[in-house]
């Protein structure tokens, strides 16, 4: 702070001054921070624990190892920032193995985030239920602007949902340079949600079907759901057995009109060329909204009945950027 002038004045204009400068030096808030080590040389050592005592817009970092059971951001702390310390997410592991059939599916998550403005970032977060019998949640994100930034994220059924709000609540989450891994359904649900330079990676059932990638079921209010946009899908399956996604009216709902567009990535030869997008549940896949735009790879497709691509005009209104503006105008597009 520089030194108050010397010269004469009032006791009014000292104090005044004095008051203006206090108000310029004083350093705005600064974020509380926890540390999480399950060895002991942290706060807490376990990330549950961390969060029970955090506040709002608390920054959480992780320590490397392995951390097990769920992991629930509630609603009432938005701001909240889970990190791992070293930047490389294979470091901090949050790992659950429960299925949907006992405990829901916000009860089978590894981690469930329904808190708004969240970021999560350097960590991988993995349900290991593999069984074929029921889905089994890694990530439950039912929070509007929330930001996920090199994660891992590992399961068999239903790794990853994007789930709600309809209308101008629909929740908004952006992924970046991540890794998305599954077999069936694992990307999926109605909140708007851009995948963005990100390996997504379907797993080899040794079947002639080994899957489905997305399934939307995006509101019929709603003109932006699932985007995946300059990444890369790949697998060691077969050639032609996986599908793109297929169209899901959760419910039975009929204004659940799934959306879906695939742009600008690299797609590899496990890809159907017929059958990219399936019919689910008694619904086409045509009642739902899916599309392609300027993909590469063994996989993409120029154009046919069953791969239909989108216009280059209609393309620059489905960038991220539109995808997550919502009324506010949020931006956290890399």
């Known amino acids: 702070m520089q030194p108050l002038d010397k010269r004469r004045t009032t006791v ?5 001054l004095s008051l203006a400068a206090l108000t310029l030096t004083t350093p705005a808030h600064a974020a509380t921070t926890i540390t999480v080590a399950a060895d002991g ?5 376990t990330i549950q624990a961390a969060l029970a005592a955090a506040s709002s817009d608390t920054v959480i970092n992780i320590k490397p190892g392995t ?17 791992g310390t070293t930047g490389n997410a294979t470091d901090v592991v949050i790992t659950g193995n429960t299925p949907q059939s006992t405990a829901g599916a916000a ?51 239903d790794t ?89 009216h959760a419910g039975g709902a009929a204004d659940a009109i799934g959306q879906v567009l695939i742009r600008d990535s690299t797609l590899g030869a496990h890809i159907r060329q017929t059958g990219a997008w399936q019919d689910m549940s008694g619904f086409s896949w045509k ?17 046919t009945s069953d791969r239909p691509q989108m216009s280059s005009a209609t393309a620059a209104n489905y960038t991220p950027q539109k995808y997550l503006a919502g009324s506010d105008g949020w931006n956290p597009v890399q």
Not at 287 to 303: I, L, Q
């Open 12 to 16: 009014v204009g000292v104090a005044a």
């Open 160 to 248: 990853f949902l994007s789930w709600g709000g309809t209308g101008s609540s629909q929740v908004r989450q952006y992924v970046y340079q991540s890794y998305i891994e599954g077999a069936v359904d694992f990307i999926y649900g109605n909140g708007a949600l851009v995948i963005d330079s990100t390996t997504i990676r379907s797993l080899d059932r040794g079947s002639t079907n080994n899957g489905y990638i997305t399934a939307a079921a995006t509101n019929s209010r709603n003109t932006y759901g699932i985007l995946i946009t300059r990444s890369t899908l790949a697998s060691s399956a077969a050639a032609r057995t996986v599908a793109l996604g297929r169209c899901w």
């Open 67 to 83: 951390y097990h059971g769920q992991v629930s951001v509630p609603s009432s702390k938005p701001g909240i920032t889970l990190q």
């Open 41 to 45: 040389s942290g706060n807490y050592t």
């Open 107 to 157: 009860g089978s998550a590894t981690v469930l985030n329904m808190a708004k403005n969240t970021t999560v970032k350097g960590v991988t977060i993995a349900n290991t239920y593999a069984a074929h019998d029921s889905q089994a949640l890694a990530l439950y994100a039912g929070g509007d602007r929330q930001v996920y930034r090199n994660v891992r994220l590992l399961g068999y059924q």
């Open 287 to 303: 009642t739902c909204r899916f599309n392609e735009y300027n993909n590469s790879g063994a996989g993409a497709s120029t154009g």
